[in-house]
């Protein structure tokens, strides 16, 4: 990810960007703490709480709205 990555995520629009993660616990976690370190988000708590993912089993889901 890059800064031309953070500009594509500001929406001129009315309408709030989300970009949603599925996929393993850990892969998940790993994944915010990506884009926390890369500045893509600036709090963790930008992030819904990770939650089981409907009919995927071991999967794991969250999303972010910017």
Aim: hydrophobic fraction near 40%; avoid cysteine; proline fraction near 8%.
């Amino acid at each position: 990810m890059s800064t031309e990555f953070n500009e594509l995520l500001q929406n001129p629009h009315s309408d709030s960007l989300q970009i949603w993660l599925v996929g393993s616990r850990e892969q998940i976690i790993h994944t915010i703490n990506e884009f926390q370190v890369k500045q893509v988000i600036l709090d963790r708590s930008q992030f819904s709480p990770l939650i089981p993912a409907p009919l995927a089993p071991g999967k794991y889901m969250a999303l972010l709205m910017r």
